[in-house]
């Protein structure tokens, strides 16, 4: 069992202490297997912070961690996933951070390899694993598709997979952007990986590590407000790019100059077309299930609503299409890897059938 008192981190000379915050509202088996997975990391200095946001069995939550041996409880009341994990973090002291959410859970080796990856890359402020989707009994759902990120442009377009709990952050970085925005009650943590972007590089360890879990209570299965709070959040960072650009600031880490920041702004608008073909391919997901159930008018709600938030949708659609059978197998296959991905959940998300284009799960 690692050591985990507050001091123990005082007797490594190289090896950073890594504070992991737990927020939840709620007690039952997946808490109890998340906070099982910290308890078997296998790297040595870590401590736990459980917040309970204003749960309605405090007494549930309490006993579950006591259950796992590992952390201290934190009772707020109900204040939001993000100034629960704020909170969380102010009563932590380690020169890393990693956030763990209640229902999924990490693989021993989890922040053995996120540490030895910051140490490696002192220039980095993000590490970051690969991920798979599994369904409440544990069992795979989508294998893991995380990649490299080569500099911020690539991080706004959410090909990389990054999302909360697969990315350990340097407190640093997390205290230079403000940590998580209580203003945004999904999407959080998108929010938060595109303002890293532009402090420094992320390194990205090509092991599946995290388990992140598919099941009727996730938060991000309510795709008009997820997709609606993402579109928010991509305006607003492209809008403070922007900005950045005018006043010479360049606008994102990896990518100099006039040419970076235009390359950024692009990114950005490739991000929105993502979330627009995220929000319409959910709908149209919802509607077909509505239909198989002879739900007609509910799954005309969901066209309409589809029509109305992202009507060129269709268009982009075809113009996809079309690009793919003029550009022939070998340009198709790229478009696949590289483009058509983004009709479904993914980036600073995740696996496809499981993540949307940015989550929280409460």
């Not at 959910?282 to 239909?291: F, N, P």
Request: charged fraction near 25%; glycine fraction near 12%.
């Amino acid at each position: 069992m690692p050591d985990r008192r507050p001091d123990a981190a005082d007797a490594a000379v190289a090896e950073p202490l890594v504070s992991v915050v737990v927020a939840t509202n709620r007690g039952g088996p997946f808490l109890a297997e998340a906070l099982a997975s910290v308890a078997a990391q296998t790297y040595p200095h870590v401590e736990l912070v459980v917040v309970d946001d204003g749960s309605p069995e405090p007494a549930v939550i309490r006993g579950l961690v006591e259950e796992a041996g590992v952390g201290t409880v934190l009772r707020l009341d109900p204040s939001g996933v993000s100034t629960a994990r704020n909170t969380g973090v102010r009563h932590t002291r380690g020169e890393l951070l990693a956030f763990l959410d209640d229902d999924d859970r990490w693989h021993p080796d989890r922040l053995r390899l996120a540490v030895d990856a910051l140490s490696a890359r002192p220039d980095a402020v993000i590490s970051y694993c690969a991920m798979r989707t599994v369904d409440p009994a544990g069992v795979q759902l989508v294998a893991a598709d995380q990649r490299p990120a080569h500099d911020a442009r690539d991080v706004v377009r959410g090909r990389t997979g990054i999302m909360l709990p697969n990315l350990v952050v340097r407190r640093d970085a997390f205290d230079a952007v403000g940590g998580f925005d209580p203003a945004y009650r999904q999407g959080e943590d998108l929010d938060l990986v595109l303002a890293a972007a532009t402090l420094g590089p992320f390194v990205f360890v090509d092991e599946v590590l995290v388990d992140y879990r598919y099941h009727p209570g996730n938060t991000t299965r309510a795709y008009r407000d997820l997709a609606a709070g993402i579109r928010v959040i991509l305006r607003e960072r492209r809008s403070q790019a922007r900005a950045a650009a005018r006043a010479g600031k360049g606008g994102s880490a990896g990518s100099g100059g006039s040419a970076g920041s235009a390359g950024l702004d692009a990114a950005y608008r490739d991000r929105l077309r993502a979330n627009d073909r995220f929000a319409a391919w959910s709908a149209v997901r919802a509607a077909r299930a509505d239909l198989s159930e002879r739900r007609v008018g509910a799954a005309l709600g969901h066209v309409a609503w589809a029509a109305r938030f992202a009507p060129l949708v269709p268009l982009d659609w075809a113009r996809e299409r079309v690009r793919r059978v003029v550009g022939g197998s070998r340009d198709g296959a790229k478009d696949r890897a590289d483009g058509g991905a983004t009709d479904r959940p993914t980036g600073a998300t995740g696996p496809g059938t499981g993540p949307g284009a940015g989550t929280t799960k409460g």
